[in-house]
Structures are given as C-alpha cells and as structure tokens.
C-alpha cells in the first residue's frame, strides 16, 4: 500500500517536471533576472557605503527617483494589471531604496562631529528637502506621495461628470445630452460606491465613489431645472428643420 502510494507520488512528480519546457525553464529564469536584475547595481554601493561610512559621494536623489518611479508603477498595477515579476520588482526595489536611504542616514549623523539641528518632514523647508537627518521623513513623505498619487488617480475619474455639469451650467439647457448615459452613470456610480464599502477598500476610493454620485445627481437636477430651456430649445431645433 505504502509502495503503491509513494509510486504513484513519484509518477506525478516525475510527470510535473516532464511538463517543463525550455520554454518554460527560460521564463522562470528571464522572470527571476526582471524582479532582482535591477538592484543588483546597488548592492556594491551599499557595501561600499558601509564599510567606508561615507555616503557623501551616494546621490539620494537616485533614490527618490527610482522611489516614485517604481510607486507610480505600484499605482498603475491597481487600474490595470500587468506581469507579476514586475509588480514584484517594484516592491524589492522599494525595500531596497529604503535599505540605503536607511543606512546612509545613519551613516550621515554618526560622522558629524556637531549635532545638526534635526531636519525633519513636517518642517516643509524646501532647502532641506530630501536632506532630512531622519529616516522616518522619507517613510512619511513616500507614505504621503503614494496616498496622494492613489487619490488623485480616483479622483481624475471622479471628475467624469464635471464637464458636462459645466457645459449644461453656461448653455442653461441639457438639450443633447442624454438622459440614459447620466442615469446609467448614475447606477454605475452607485454600485461601484456601494461594492468599495463593502469590500473596505482604500478610503479614497470611497470618497471618490460618493464624490462621482453627488455629481451624477447634480447633472440630473439641471434636468429639472433646465427642463423649459431645453424644451423651448428642442422646439427652435425642429423648427428650424
């Protein structure tokens, strides 16, 4: 019985690897070069920073700039899903920016001689920006950059309504716009508003939903409040045909 089970466990291992390809083999590997190729480079200079304690001649703005590129990359994956390996990268490439953000700050303050006066975030001095002499500035500012980015990527779609409330504000009429397309974005709205507090998404997210509702409803009360402009303009329309 025990033969007959570990033969037949040996069977389907032995099947599973003679499903993999070349082909298969050669994406895992490329999949691997993708998520940790790119920090590779920066392990030297870590190395490099540690053993001299010396992070002058280490540009930090290298990493605020991989920091950004790689959280806007983070941000994109939620409107749109793209290869996991990627997704991954972007994650490890944080860590990793944050590794040496980390350690060059330590660096830094140990080899001053005079205590500088702290420069921190919340201080909001420009000159000192992305220069702070702690390392939970730069956690609060990428927390808040990601915050922000997650918004304002909601709330672009959230504004959807807004030019046809203004086109319907200076005309003084809905005449031409189509009540069905406002009423389905409406439902639309209201789902999707519903479907986020449910699911305890991101409070942004819920915002946005509730801001896109009071604009679907704004646009349906111009209907009844423009409701003798648009008649009177639907009839100079049919008499001028």
């Known amino acids: 019985m025990r033969r007959s089970l570990a033969q037949k466990l040996y069977k389907r291992m032995n099947d599973n690897y003679e499903q993999w390809t ?107 920006f992305w220069k702070w002499t702690d390392f939970q500035s730069y956690l609060d500012f990428m927390l808040l950059f990601a915050v922000v980015g997650g918004f304002l990527a909601v709330l672009i779609e959230a504004m959807l309504g807004i030019p046809q409330f203004l086109r319907n504000f200076y005309n003084k009429s809905t005449t031409g716009m189509s009540i069905s397309m406002v009423s389905m974005w409406t439902l639309g709205d209201i789902f999707k508003t519903c479907y986020f507090i449910i699911r305890e998404a991101p409070i942004q997210f819920k915002v946005c939903g509730v801001l896109q509702i009071i604009i679907d409803i704004a646009i349906l009360t111009q209907v009844y409040i423009y409701q003798k402009n648009t008649l009177m303009h639907s009839q100079d329309i049919t008499r001028a045909d």
Request: glycine fraction near 4%.
């Open 22 to 128: 070349i082909k298969d083999v050669t994406s895992f590997v490329a999949s691997l070069i993708i998520i940790f190729g790119g920090i590779i480079p920066y392990i030297p200079q870590y190395r490099e920073i540690k053993r001299k304690r010396d992070a002058e001649g280490f540009s930090l703005y290298v990493c605020l700039t991989l920091l950004i590129a790689n959280t806007l990359r983070i941000l994109f994956w939620f409107g749109k899903h793209y290869e996991t390996p990627l997704l991954i990268q972007s994650i490890i490439m944080i860590v990793t920016m944050f590794t040496i953000i980390k350690l060059s700050v330590n660096v830094h303050n140990r080899s001053q001689i005079i205590k500088l006066k702290e420069r921190v975030f919340t201080d909001l001095d420009t000159r000192f």
